[in-house]
């Protein structure tokens, strides 16, 4: 089953085109300005099977991606959810080189929210959590509905051999517009206000130091040089500007880059989850009576 929200090109004519040859049948349902929640919702409320697996367009399977998927739901009948893994690589199909993506030996699986790009459960178990959340303005639907499905259903499994690759960002422009777009989504919902807070603190912490540091060295060759303070200033923001274009720009995985590239990544996530959290009073009119608990339970406004 697959969700057309209304796209402007060809898209769903090459589709259907595609599953007239296609050896596994399937359905394209096209519904204009439907949201990534709304359209995932749609489809699995057509499916008619009770075992749903999920991934996003755009990613790439692995051969025995769904045997392994659902393979819990055959060994033990209880099973209602089912969480695999994704690995993010370049468009070349390597391993991705950016930073913010998960690593499979960081992950605990009692604690793990899982991406849709590699879930399954039963569509009771989505009818009982409430379904994605089609409130919010994009993303962060995922994460809400995985954490109502930790709340509604006991009977979870990981199959980390359950692999899905997906494209990552190409560029640290790119990247930045990831990590600004999914922290808004975190925002909206409230989740790890706190670690989001932290990481603000650091931010702050770090600029100050670094106005200090500025501040110390322009004076050292204010001193030295006799040059006036304003022109050592411009001289050196431009040069830093220049610097770090030509290492963003040309040398993309060198250390100044990636540091760089980092420090930009953490600056569109605190804004991200800023921009966010402003909208969330709004976004909560929207939501469920059902899911009332949804900001003392995720810990918004709870550090």
């Not at 993010?88 to 604690?111: M, N, R, T, Y």
């Not at 997906?166 to 999914?182: D, L, V």
């Not at 050196?236 to 610097?243: A, G, N, P, T, V």
Request: hydrophobic share 45%; glycine share 8%; charged share 15%.
């Amino acid at each position: 089953m697959l969700v057309d929200g209304g796209s402007s090109d060809n898209t769903v004519q090459i589709i259907n085109s595609f599953a007239e040859k296609s050896p596994i049948p399937f359905q394209i349902i096209v519904e204009k300005g439907a949201n990534i929640a709304r359209g995932r919702n749609l489809a699995i409320e057509k499916a008619k099977y009770e075992v749903i697996a999920i991934t996003d367009c755009g990613c790439r399977l692995d051969e025995d991606w769904l045997e392994n998927l659902i393979a819990p739901f055959a060994i033990n009948p209880e099973t209602q959810v089912v969480a695999g893994w994704y690995r993010a690589i370049d468009a070349q199909g390597q391993k991705h080189p950016f930073k913010g993506v998960p690593l499979l030996d960081q992950v605990e699986p009692q604690s793990f929210v899982p991406s849709s790009r590699s879930l399954a459960l039963t569509k009771s178990a989505w009818k009982q959590s409430g379904g994605y959340p089609e409130w919010l303005t994009l993303t962060g639907e995922d994460t809400y509905f995985a954490l109502e499905l930790k709340r509604f259903c006991l009977h979870w499994a990981f199959v980390p051999s359950a692999i899905v690759s997906w494209i990552g960002p190409q560029n640290w422009t790119e990247a930045w517009k990831k990590a600004y777009s999914w922290s808004t989504g975190n925002g909206e919902i409230g989740y790890n206000a706190w670690l989001y807070r932290m990481l603000g603190k650091k931010i702050i912490g770090a600029i100050f130091v670094t106005i200090f540091i500025f501040i110390i060295l322009i004076s050292a060759f204010n001193i030295f040089l006799q040059t006036p303070v304003w022109l050592i200033l411009i001289a050196s923001l431009f040069l830093i500007e220049i610097l770090a274009w030509i290492a963003i720009k040309f040398f993309p995985y060198s250390p100044l880059s990636i540091f760089i590239g980092d420090i930009g990544t953490r600056l569109m996530q605190v804004q991200g989850f800023w921009d966010g959290a402003k909208r969330k009073s709004k976004i909560d009119l929207k939501t469920p009576s059902s899911n009332t608990r949804l900001s003392v339970y995720y810990g918004w406004g709870s550090n």
